[in-house]
């Protein structure tokens, strides 16, 4: 079974940094594309960018609204993805999923940036 | 960018209803869309993916269709466990972009 879980999620102050972790589990993470997408409360779904699986070379692609501010990485050795999010703005409050191509999703973390 | 644009933004309808959800692309994406459906609190899942191709596990009264620029969702029955927002996505070019969104009320 398929399973991943979101965490590091928290409150954090306008211009700081905060690392989420997505913990997979029930596939091989280096033969899939993996996304982050986030909810502001209230709002609609983002897409905020996706690491390629290994035979793609992990390429990554991010949304405008948060390029040159989040990285995303994996450590498949460790079944883990993660997201840096630095520069952190209000606009960024969500709650943060990792989602299998797109197909399966965590129950998502939830980031306030506020002071 | 490619933008999505879903209507309607809600619906009333009733258990045993027919339902359709449209979503418009900016430009030509093949069938590279997919149908998600959200509850409350909860995390999307995928009903639908390649714009017809129903995700295992979901009931046959979910379908898709289109390719190009118009694409539709269809639940031909509705059952009380269906109410709930529905959004498209599509993954033909970066960004992926969602549509906007359809909450489906009683």
């Known amino acids: 079974e398929v399973q991943l879980v979101e965490s590091g999620g928290g409150l954090v102050q306008p211009g700081g940094s905060l690392r989420l972790s997505c913990a997979a589990s029930?596939?091989?993470?280096?033969?899939?594309?993996m996304d982050w997408v986030r909810q502001a409360p209230g709002k609609g779904l983002e897409w905020v960018g996706r690491?390629?699986?290994?035979?793609?070379?992990?390429?990554?692609e991010y949304a405008a609204s948060v390029k040159g501010r989040f990285t995303i990485s994996r450590d498949d050795s460790k079944n883990s993805l993660y997201l840096q999010m630095n520069s952190l703005k209000i606009e960024d409050t969500a709650v943060y999923y990792c989602?299998?191509?797109?197909?399966?999703w965590g129950q998502g973390t939830l980031v306030t940036v506020s002071s | 960018d490619i933008q999505m644009t879903q209507s309607p933004s809600s619906l009333s309808a009733s258990v045993g209803d027919r339902v359709t959800i449209t979503c418009r692309a900016s430009?030509?994406?093949?069938?590279?869309v997919g149908w998600y459906q959200q509850k409350p609190g909860k995390a999307p899942k995928r009903l639908i993916y390649?714009?017809?191709s129903l995700q295992s596990g979901v009931p046959s009264r979910f379908s898709g269709s289109g390719s190009g620029t118009e694409f539709t969702l269809t639940i031909s029955s509705l059952q009380p466990e269906d109410f709930a927002t529905y959004y498209c996505?599509?993954?033909?070019?970066?960004?992926?972009?969602f549509g906007q969104g359809t909450k489906l009320e009683i």
């Open positions: 989602a299998r191509s797109m197909s399966d």
């Open positions: 029930g596939f091989t993470l280096s033969d899939h594309s």
């Open positions: 430009q030509g994406i093949r069938n590279d």
């Open positions: 390649a714009a017809s």
């Open positions: 996505l599509q993954y033909n070019s970066y960004p992926v972009t």
């Open positions: 690491t390629r699986n290994k035979a793609n070379s992990y390429t990554p």
